[in-house]
Structure formats: C-alpha cells, structure tokens
C-alpha cells in the first residue's frame, strides 16, 4: 500500500502543478477526474480483511491478525475521456474535442500533451505546452495491495471489539498512514439453543481512516514554496456475516456496503511565471472531495490448529480482491 500510494500520489504532482497555468478551476476538474479511481481503490482495498469469520470467539477471547490484501485494477478504472470543452483555458494540439488519458491507475503510452492558456498582462494570451501526469501503470502495477497489523477482543459473549493499524511510514517525501476500529455481533449467540444452531449470523460495522501526504519541489512552469499534496480517506462499512460453525475449518460469506469520502488538498504556494516579467501566486490552490460507495460480497475459509489460524478469502466488488490472514487466538 506505501508503494502504491505513493507513486499515485508522486504521479498525481508530477505536472498537476504546472496545469495551474491554465488556471486553478481547469486544474482542479482535471484532477478530480485523474485521482477518483485510485482513491476509491484504496478505499475498498482498506476496508478489506475485517472478518476471518462469522462465529465469534468465546468470552474474554483476543485474536491477533496479519493481513494482506491485493485489489485488482480493472481496464475501465485506467483512464478516462477528457473533454476539452469542460475546459477553459485547455486544448490538445492536433485540436481534438476528446482523448482518453490516464487516470492515476494507467499509463499514457506515448505521453498526451495539451496546451494551456494564460494572460499575460504584457503580452497578452500565452501558450505552453504541458505533458499530461501518467499513473501507476507506468511501472507495470496492476493491482493495490494493503498490510495491516488487525486485533480484537471480546469483552461479552458474542461480541468482537476490533482494530486495525498501519504505522504512519515517511519514505521519501511520502507519508502514508491508517487505522480503523469496528465491532462485530453475532446474532446467532442470543438464541437459546445457539450451540446446536447449524450455522453463525453476525453483522459488523467498522470505520477506517487513511491519510497521505507528499512534498514536492517546483515544476517547469509554476514556482513555489511549501507545495504539498494531501489525500485523507474515510470510509464506514456495513456487512451481514454468513459461517459454517466446525471445530477446524469453517467456511463464511458476506454481504457488505461501503461508504465514504475522500478528500485531495493541493497546498502551498505556486507562482505562474513566464521567468521575466510576469507572475502570479496561488496560495492553497484547492481540494477535491469525492464521494466513495458500492456494494460487496465475499466468500473464504478458515482453518484453524489450535491457537494458530489461517484465512483466505475473495471479494467480489468496484475493484475485486484476494485476501489471506495469519491469526493467533488467545
């Protein structure tokens, strides 16, 4: 997830700043154009891994997990049709009224330039031409994989208070961190015959928490100081937990909802300049909040040898995904 992050993130500043020549609205649709697919790739990846199972462990039980997690990356989340004519100071140089571009999960193969337009008091309107930002598909990425360390603990019958925790690791530049906390009940254990009941029913509901950031120095055509790019991801998940209720392997299905926000500051200060006479500065130019949801539905298994347990399971949703659990039960 840190690699991944932060070649999106580090793709997403590469000329992102240097759009802000055609203005901070053309740069600002762009964006939220070229960031979604990848802020809601990570958002179902995190949200991945909360249930190994649907039976919950006896009173005063705690579990310690490590999970792994890879979300596929689909063609149609790779790029995107940009229309010019969503924009105001943006054209292609062969004048075309659309071209698919790269989101930050593909790769443009050869680069896409456009032109920008800005006023120069002096002289009048101005052109530069601007490479397009590519994504991660640049460096044969085809998935988002997450690892977090995940524990939880029940304190009544039935019940599992869970955590989950990926440290906030700053490698070059980059800032990548999360955590979450759920809950998870299982119906089945108010009946009064619920251990002769076939089967387990629970429901969980969890919250996660990601934030990212990376620092950046100038590019070709903006100046400035302090330009950073931060991403924050927040997201509630709802799931209704099916299992088999066997002594060593267990099967479980789930059915789930995702729902949440995710929101990309670009800060700092940046300075449109021609490098003689003309400039103008730009301080925190925007953000960009997106709207993240969709349903889910997983099937896996877990076997468990005594204290020591292993789960695998896949989930069908926007980005599928294969997940795998290492579990220690106390």
Known sequence: ????????????????????????????????????????GVAFGINNGWFNNAKAPKRFGFEISIMGNASLIKDEKKSFEMNVADYENIRFPDNSPTKTVATALGHNDPDITVIATYDDPIFGAQEVEITLPTGIGSENINLIPTAFLQASFSPFKGTQLKGRFFPKVDTDDVKVGFYGFGIQQEFTSWLPADKVFPVAISGLIAYTHLDGSYDFTDGEYVEGENQKIDTEVNTMLFELIVGTKLKVINFYGGLGYITGTS????????????????????????????????????????????FFGINADYTVAEFDSASLGLNFSF
Do not use: C, H, W
């Open 1 to 40: 997830m840190l690699f991944v992050t932060a070649v999106t993130i580090t793709n997403a500043q590469e000329n992102v700043n240097d759009l802000l020549t055609a203005g901070v609205e053309d740069a600002q649709r762009f964006t939220a154009d070229y960031i979604a697919p990848a802020s809601e």
């Open 263 to 306: 929101t990309t500051d670009l800060l700092g200060t940046y300075r449109v300049t021609d490098g003689v006479l003309f400039s103008e500065e730009i301080i925190d130019p925007f953000s960009v909040e997106q709207d993240i949801s969709g349903i889910r539905a997983t099937v896996g298994a877990n076997l468990k040898l005594g």
